[in-house]
Antibody
Framework: QVQLVESGGGVVQPGRSLRLSCAAS????????MHWVRQAPGKGLEWVAVVSYDGSIQRYADSVKGRFTISKDSSKNTLYLQMNSLRAEDTAVYYCTINLVSTGGFDYWGQGTLVTVSS | DIQMTQSPSTLSASIGDRVTITCRAS??????LAWYQQKPGKAPKFLMYKASTLESGVPSRFSGSGSGTEFTLTISSLQPDDFATYYCQQYNTYPYSFGQGTKLEF
């Protein structure tokens, strides 16, 4: 069965960096693009970034462009989100997610990992 | 960027009620719209794609309609498990975007 397991969250000071990981299993990882979506405490969902199936194309939300980098390592079946110059407003649960079967939309989600940016 | 606006933000209803949530896009997204259900502390659950196609396993009391800029999610007869927050999401154009959510409460 499809599994997405995020890790790497924690408490970090403003201006510092953090790298999130998402270990994937149950599907052919190298064949699919993948996304990160976040949710600030008590707030709605915000799409963050996407990487193409081969890692060659990335797209970002304006709120993270130039600070975050999405990548994937198909030899490890792992998706990454490198987050630099973190701000308080980046505090959120970060989910990795994928469109695997349907014609659009995110049909599989991880359980999320909490990032707290605070001094 | 495409803005998604849901209404209402909160909806009070009872078991057995028929409820409708509206989602409007700031420009045409054709039918490239998904709906999700989220309960506190949980990841979103995928309900529907291409505006009206139900994901496998989702009860038939859920239905969707619309195209272009206006969409609706309808629950025909509310069940206890349906009380949650619902989000629409466009996947026509990057950056993808979600509506702000509609909390369905008792």
């Amino acid at each position: 069965q499809v599994q997405l397991v995020e890790s790497g969250g924690g408490v970090v000071q403003p201006g510092r960096s953090l790298r999130l990981s998402c270990a994937a299993s149950g599907f052919t990882f190298r064949s699919y693009g993948m996304h990160w979506v976040r949710q600030a405490p008590g707030k709605g969902l915000e799409w963050v970034a996407v990487v193409s199936y081969d890692g060659s194309i990335q797209r970002y939300a304006d709120s993270v462009k130039g600070r975050f980098t999405i990548s994937k390592d198909s030899s490890k079946n792992t998706l990454y989100l490198q987050m630099n110059s973190l701000r308080a407003e980046d505090t959120a649960v970060y989910y990795c997610t994928i469109n695997l079967v349907s014609t659009g939309g995110f049909d599989y989600w991880g359980q999320g990992t909490l990032v707290t940016v605070s001094s | 960027d495409i803005q998604m606006t849901q209404s209402p933000s909160t909806l009070s209803a009872s078991i057995g009620d028929r409820v409708t949530i509206t989602c409007r896009a700031s420009e045409s997204i054709n039918s490239w719209l998904a709906w999700y259900q989220q309960k506190p502390g949980k990841a979103p659950k995928f309900l529907m794609y291409k505006a009206s196609t139900l994901e496998s396993g989702v009860p038939s009391r859920f239905s969707g309609s619309g195209s272009g800029t206006e969409f609706t999610l309808t629950i025909s007869s509310l069940q206890p498990d349906d009380f949650a927050t619902y989000y629409c999401q466009q996947y026509n154009t990057y950056p993808y975007s979600f509506g702000q959510g509609t909390k369905l409460e008792f």
